[in-house]
């Protein structure tokens, strides 16, 4: 599933099919299957369906959460596994980008995975990478979190 803009669609709208096609270029097969998902029509049993946009909104919203996942500090996204790991110590590689917002630059982390030996990612800005450090991480400390290995940064 690809991520759509929710910002396109209007809560107290009814949408047709048609309306939801030219909004996100989705066709029908797509949109039935979203039906037979969980995403409620007005009247299921009239024709055309008509789907309101807070209903819209709110599906695709929970299907675009559902597949992000929550890392702990000392863990890289395997993107052939698509969970996160604590990737091998002696590939990991770190590479600054381009600036982002106001005077922070984007650091990509990248590592091996020990379960599938691909790629892991990591991404954050100079600041969250540097609040990644053991004497530096208070939330860490807070959490338990302290036996687990941390990253090796700079």
Known sequence: ??????NKIKSRY?????EIH?????CNGTI???????LHPINPHSLPRIILGGHLKAYLSKKQTSRKTKLLPNQMYCV?????????PHSLAKTIRNKIGK??????????CPHCTNTTIRFGSELEIYCL???KNF???????NDLPLFKVG
């Open 32 to 38: 039935k299957n979203w039906i037979r998902d969980g």
């Open 133 to 135: 450090r053991p004497e």
């Open 1 to 6: 599933m690809r991520n759509y803009n929710l």
């Open 103 to 112: 005077g922070k630059r984007l650091v990509v982390h990248e590592g091996t």
């Open 14 to 18: 009814p949408y047709t099919y048609q």
């Open 80 to 88: 052939s596994c698509h969970t996160g790991v604590i990737p091998l």
């Open 139 to 145: 939330l860490q400390k807070q959490k338990g979190l």
């Open 22 to 26: 030219e909004l996100f270029g989705v």
